[in-house]
């Protein structure tokens, strides 16, 4: 079933499409979430804001439009939102993880290039890391990004190359 039927099912009273929505869609959206933020616990509170919002939105939900897209402006304004009141608050970096909390089968190997990737994408101001993780990470085509954050498609194009020039000189300076 596709998500524009799901989301026909979910208006009309089904509880369990909406629940098979969340199913398809939270992992990316909290792997987004995180990723952006810098920090899982408040992810996973902006990504439960989110498919609140969206679920007594539905009604709203237009098929013309692909419904991760829709999710996903959702989403970005809401970590948006977070990311203001966190302004005051320094981002927590992976090298204050402790090795216990990297993916289970991370070897040491595996966690260290998790942890310097995710230092490069984290000095990454937040227009640039959006787009980054919108593009490469959610892997979104151009347009479909542009409805999410409002910017051109010119524009988010080099939001993303100067995001990928800066993580590919970061990897490196942090690899020597």
């Known amino acids: 079933m596709t ?3 799901l989301v026909v099912r979910a208006v009309a009273g089904d509880a369990g499409a909406f629940e098979e929505l969340v199913t398809r ?3 990316a959206c909290l792997r987004f979430a995180a990723h952006l933020l810098g920090d899982r616990i408040e992810a996973e509170d902006v990504v439960q804001e989110t498919l609140l919002r969206a679920h007594r939105s539905l009604a709203r939900y237009q098929e013309r439009h692909q419904f991760r897209a829709w999710l996903f402006r959702i989403l970005v304004n809401r970590c948006r939102t ?3 009141r966190a302004h005051a608050r320094r981002l927590r970096t992976a090298t204050e993880l402790e090795p216990s909390s990297a993916v289970v089968g991370d070897t040491a ?3 260290e290039l998790r942890t310097r990737l995710t230092r ?3 000095e990454l101001d937040p227009l640039h890391r ?3 993780l919108l593009k490469l990470g959610e892997g979104l085509e151009y347009d479909e990004i542009a409805r999410i954050t ?3 498609v010119p524009a988010l194009k080099m939001r993303v190359k100067r995001a990928r020039d800066h993580v590919r000189a970061r990897w490196e300076e ?3």
Do not use: M
């Open 82 to 84: 977070a990311s203001g």
């Open 120 to 122: 490069a994408i984290e």
């Open 109 to 111: 190997d595996t966690f």
């Open 25 to 27: 869609h939270h992992p």
């Open 3 to 5: 998500d524009a039927e």
């Open 150 to 152: 409002g910017a051109s």
């Open 174 to 176: 942090l690899e020597s």
């Open 130 to 132: 959006e787009a980054f």
